[in-house]
């Protein structure tokens, strides 16, 4: 009984998106992606209140919102709650903290009440989520599994790191009492202390991170089979970018700092290029993606390193470790981004713009 309740729901979600996405009165101008890179005066537009209501209906009890949800699309109510169905709130892939901000630039403007309380409540709900120790689940309420793990992968806690520091730093998000910001305050410090706690230390060196860790122990911890515990090239770039924008990073700040962007410089994977080629198969002609040698080609960083060896590790969904991007299945890596130029514009411009600042 409870397979086919299950089943039912999961098809009257697909006749009602299959619906949307075909039906032109549907048509949007606006898509979710670009929902906070528009012009401030576009905040007060009919599209962007018609856009904040649907994000609050998004909303769900506990404050929180669920992933990979267009919320820009023109959905009615039963489909709304369709989509609501079987979801569990996240943090993961700019859940809950990309609704927060869109309603902040929302509530720049307009200071319906329906919109500060959703703001409010969507705020409780991240100070709520955090763990004693300073970090943030990827899913709240709490599941088995990885989904309770400390984690950075896809930014998922520096995006709210991120939020509650523009809260206490920037006048543009002075949208809450002075009580709530001083709880957003001490969770921001809190969260700074769990990235410094939990920052890998390989032969009494400080590296960088991984990209989840254990919640109870802060140790790097394995997520999906293809995300081992591991040294992280891609989320560590973030993690630093964040520590970075204090104004008065502390001594320890500065050492974790410093030590991750010296990790990055020792880690750079030189002279090769990532390339998408077609490939002719029993099938037809698919994509796929190769690393090819070339002198003098921008340098690149993997996704992941081995925690013992430092070296780059390629991971396909039978969890087995190999050392090159061929080696594992075309289906991961086209899918998934295992390496990529992903401190370029951390060690190019971030860090010595950090550094510049620091010694003025």
């Known amino acids: 009984m409870i397979f086919r309740t299950v089943n039912a729901t999961i098809l009257k979600l697909v006749v009602v998106l299959g619906f949307v996405l075909s039906n032109p009165t549907f048509a949007q101008n606006t898509s979710w992606g670009e929902i906070l890179r528009q012009d401030r005066s576009w905040y007060t537009s009919a599209e962007a209140q018609r856009i904040a209501d649907q994000v609050v ?43 927060l901000r869109f309603l902040a630039k929302i509530l720049q ?14 705020i409780d709900y991240l100070l709520e989520a955090q763990y ?37 730093y920037f006048p543009d ?12 305050e001490q969770a921001l410090l809190k969260g700074v ?13 400080l590296t960088v991170w991984c990209a989840q860790h254990d919640e109870h122990t802060l140790k790097p911890a394995k997520a999906r089979a293809y995300e ?3 040294l992280s090239g891609g989320e560590s770039v973030g993690i630093l970018e964040f520590l970075m924008r204090f104004e008065k990073p502390t001594l320890r700040m500065q050492r974790a700092i410093k030590a ?34 070339e002198q003098g080609a921008p340098s690149l960083w993997a996704r992941f390193y ?55």
Not at 173 to 184: H, Q
Not at 347 to 358: A, D, I
């Open 228 to 230: 081992l515990p591991s």
């Open 173 to 184: 998000y002075a949208l809450v009492t002075s009580a709530k910001k001083s709880k957003i």
């Open 109 to 122: 403007h307009n200071e319906d009440i329906v919109y500060k309380e959703a703001f409010n409540k969507g």
């Open 260 to 293: 991750g962007v010296i990790w990055f410089k020792n880690h750079k994977i030189e002279n090769k290029r990532v390339k998408w080629i077609d490939v002719q198969t029993d099938s037809g002609v698919v994509k796929d993606r190769v690393v090819v040698k």
């Open 57 to 99: 209906q998004f909303q769900y009890a506990n404050g929180g919102w669920a992933k990979n949800i267009d919320m820009a699309q023109d959905l009615s109510d039963q489909a709304i709650d369709l989509i609501k169905e079987n979801q569990h709130t996240t943090i993961d892939n700019g859940a809950t903290h990309t609704q």
């Open 132 to 168: 004693n120790n300073g970090g943030w689940p990827q899913f709240y309420p709490l599941r088995e599994g990885y989904y309770s793990h400390i984690t950075f992968n896809d930014n998922a806690m520096i995006g709210v790191l991120n939020l509650f520091y523009d809260l206490v």
């Open 193 to 205: 202390d769990a990235i410094l706690d939990m920052q890998i230390t390989i032969d009494d060196t």
């Open 306 to 360: 081995d925690l013992e060896t430092q070296e780059p590790i390629f991971v396909g969904r039978d969890g087995i470790i190999k050392s090159k991007l061929a080696e594992i299945e075309r289906e991961r890596r086209t899918g998934y981004n295992y390496i990529s130029r992903y401190a370029n514009d951390l060690l190019e411009t971030s860090y010595p713009q950090w550094r510049s600042k620091l010694q003025n």
